[in-house]
């Protein structure tokens, strides 16, 4: 078994809820998650977190949302309101494709961000890894034509890849 994944077995329940929350900020989710202990190997805790995330509504989807800095943002910008540390560490790597951005395309982001959350009330949600700024900008560009509850349903299958991915980086810590 992995050592990470048998320290989570062996945890106080606070210290389980807390390692899952760094990866989806869903508080719910989390609980759900650290209840299931123990879980024996990378593959049932990965199926696990996607099936309880299908049994999530849209108060757990909005609520992991909030734990996201906007894209493109720097560091001086808003951080996400309930972020912990590691959640914020692994956002930045995750955007680290904006970094490298041209200023119109920083610019776009911030326009689009702005009219995103307008629009939708929530943040611009995207399982940034590997991508550029510029993807993702053409992203948030196509994404501000759908409707609130296609939009919705989209950023809540971003989360999940998401938490997924924050997960293997969980376990390989």
Known sequence: MNAVLTAWNAADEATAFAQMLACCGAQR???SMADLRPIQNQEELLAAADR???TME????????AC???IG??????RAAQAGAQS??????EQSGAGLAAQRVLEGLARGNAEYEQRFGFTYIVCATGKSAEEMLAILNRRLQSDRATELREAAEQQRQITQIRLRKWMAA
């Open 68 to 70: 996201h800095p906007r």
């Open 29 to 31: 989710w989390a609980r």
């Open 88 to 93: 914020a560490a692994w956002s930045a790597q």
């Open 52 to 54: 309880i995330w299908a």
């Open 58 to 65: 849209e108060p757990d989807w909005l609520e992991a949302f």
């Open 73 to 78: 943002q720097s560091a001086g910008e808003r």
